[in-house]
Nanobody
Framework: QVQLVESGGGLVQAGGSLRLSCAAS????????MAWFRQAPGKEREFVAA????????YYTDSVKGRFTVSRDNAKNTVYLQMNSLRPEDTAVYYC?????????????WGQGTQVTVSS
């Protein structure tokens, strides 16, 4: 089992920045590909960004490319999501996820989520 705890959410004005953190405990963090998802009210959960176990590969949904950066510190068992130039449409609950499965097989472990609200 892997336990994931997100933090860093909050209320920010459009154009502002936030950095989300996700602390992992349980099994060996370095074995897991990590990702961020989000779910806005009335919408399905969507993929935001992912990072390989080494941090050498990152993936982003088109709407956040150039604004968000995913990174990880394996020594601290933590993954981050730096969010810049935030827009009202970025408002959502942001979830951290982890998997040891091959690419395309989904994510096994989820955090409880952290709310991000961007005001216009």
């Amino acid at each position: 089992q892997v336990q994931l705890v997100e933090s860093g959410g909050g209320l920010v004005q459009a154009g502002g920045s936030l950095r989300l953190s996700c602390a992992a405990s349980g099994r060996t963090f370095i074995n897991y590909r990590m990702a961020w998802f989000r779910q806005a009210p009335g919408k399905e959960r969507e993929f935001v960004a992912a990072i390989s176990w080494s941090g050498g590969s990152t993936y982003y949904t088109d709407s956040v490319k150039g604004r968000f950066t995913v990174s990880r510190d394996n020594a601290k068992n933590t993954v981050y999501l730096q969010m810049n130039s935030l827009r009202p449409e970025d408002t959502a609950v942001y979830y951290c996820a982890a998997t040891a499965r091959p690419l395309g097989r989904g994510y096994e472990y989820w955090g409880q989520g952290t709310q991000v609200t961007v005001s216009s």
